[in-house]
T-cell receptor, first 115, second 111 residues
Framework: DTGVSQNPRHKITKRGQNVTFRCDPISEHNRLYWYRQTLGQGPEFLTYFQNEAQLEKSRLLSDRFSAERPKGSFSTLEIQRTEQGDSAMYLC?????????????FGPGTRLTVT | RKEVEQDPGPFNVPEGATVAFNCTYS??????FFWYRQDCRKEPKLLMS???SGNEDGRFTAQLNRASQYISLLIRDSKLSDSATYLCVVNNDNQGGKLIFGQGTELSVKP
């Protein structure tokens, strides 16, 4: 499978715990994006990387959220001290300069439930 | 006001019907436009890019009106398998960058 992969697919955690999600982009895609989607809404942008550089962060990304892409390949998104409002689907996408960076391809998402 | 607005639906149509979805965007500097399809509890998948001249892909036709800041998607001869949520998406950066999604329009095609 050469698509975007995300792990875990589901995560249930108790309020106050820390969680970390992983995203592996399509090989040779140099841009990687994180989005969050809640029920009945479209995805909302969180942050994105070009190679290992984090180029933009949304104001939705509070100081409890941190994302990294240390070697310019896979990325992790960590949420510290989770709150019930963090319950959502976390989607990762990647894009390639060969397609003008315009077409983003999404992974299956990690569904987070905070109890 | 949301940056990308869509009628959330649901649109309930019979098989074979033609259905049109509309979308408006607020940033006149928006650079690129897309329709994504999202099946229930799955990830969004790119359906088609939208060009100023309009473009067609089989039963699907997309139109862009920059003056009115309006995007449309027409589905002809709808199939049961077209049932999904259709997301209108814009990008404000001519170098790519973040996508801005509408709320999505739910389509249900009935036999």
């Amino acid at each position: 499978d050469t698509g975007v992969s995300q792990n875990p697919r589901h995560k249930i955690t108790k309020r106050g715990q820390n969680v970390t999600f992983r995203c592996d982009p399509i090989s040779e895609h140099n841009r990687l994006y994180w989005y969050r989607q809640t029920l009945g809404q479209g995805p909302e942008f969180l942050t994105y990387f070009q190679n290992e550089a984090q180029l933009e962060k949304s104001r939705l990304l509070s100081d409890r959220f941190s994302a990294e892409r240390p070697k310019g390949s896979f990325s992790t998104l960590e949420i510290q001290r989770t709150e019930q409002g963090d319950s959502a689907m976390y989607l990762c996408a990647s894009s390639s300069p060969d397609r003008g960076q315009y077409e983003q391809y999404f992974g299956p998402g990690t569904r987070l439930t905070v109890t | 006001r949301k940056e990308v607005e869509q009628d959330p639906g649901p649109f309930n149509v019979p098989e074979g019907a033609t259905v049109a979805f509309n979308c408006t965007y607020s940033n006149s500097a928006s650079q690129s436009f897309f329709w994504y399809r999202q099946d229930c509890r799955k990830e969004p998948k790119l359906l088609m890019s939208v060009y100023s001249s309009g473009n067609e892909d089989g039963r699907f036709t997309a139109q862009l009106n920059r003056a009115s800041q309006y995007i449309s998607l027409l589905i002809r001869d709808s199939k049961l398998s077209d049932s999904a949520t259709y997301l209108c998406v814009v990008n404000n950066d001519n170098q790519g960058g973040k996508l801005i999604f509408g709320q999505g329009t739910e389509l249900s095609v009935k036999p």
